[in-house]
Nanobody, 115 residues
């Protein structure tokens, strides 16, 4: 059974940084792609960053230059490194993975950017 577990959320001031981690129940490379989505109150879930292993990494325009994705295969983790956070980054962030045609989701973790 595939499990994706997010960690690292919390409250941060505007301009601050935060790192989210997604830990998988197996090798991250057992998936075709992994990434992060987010859903703000009253909004639809949107893609933040997605990594297709060995192909490319895609970022939403709203986070380009501020967020990066990194991975640690030894720990089975994919991290979302967030810098220069803005109040509009406030959302529940979800870890995402796809294997062939099946999508997997974490339960989500809240990030609040507020002074």
């Amino acid at each position: 059974q595939v499990q994706l577990v997010e960690s690292g959320g919390g409250v941060v001031q505007p301009g601050g940084s935060l790192k989210l981690s997604c830990t998988t129940s197996g090798s991250i490379f057992s998936f075709n792609a992994m990434g992060w989505y987010r859903q703000a109150p009253g909004s639809q879930r949107e893609m933040v960053a997605k990594v297709h292993w060995g192909v490319n990494t895609t970022y939403a325009d709203s986070v380009k230059g501020r967020f990066t994705v990194s991975e640690d295969p030894a720990k089975n983790t994919v991290d979302l490194n967030m810098y220069i956070l803005k109040p509009e980054d406030t959302a529940v962030y979800y870890c995402y993975a796809v294997r062939r045609t099946t999508d997997y989701w974490g339960s989500g973790i809240l990030v609040t950017v507020s002074s």
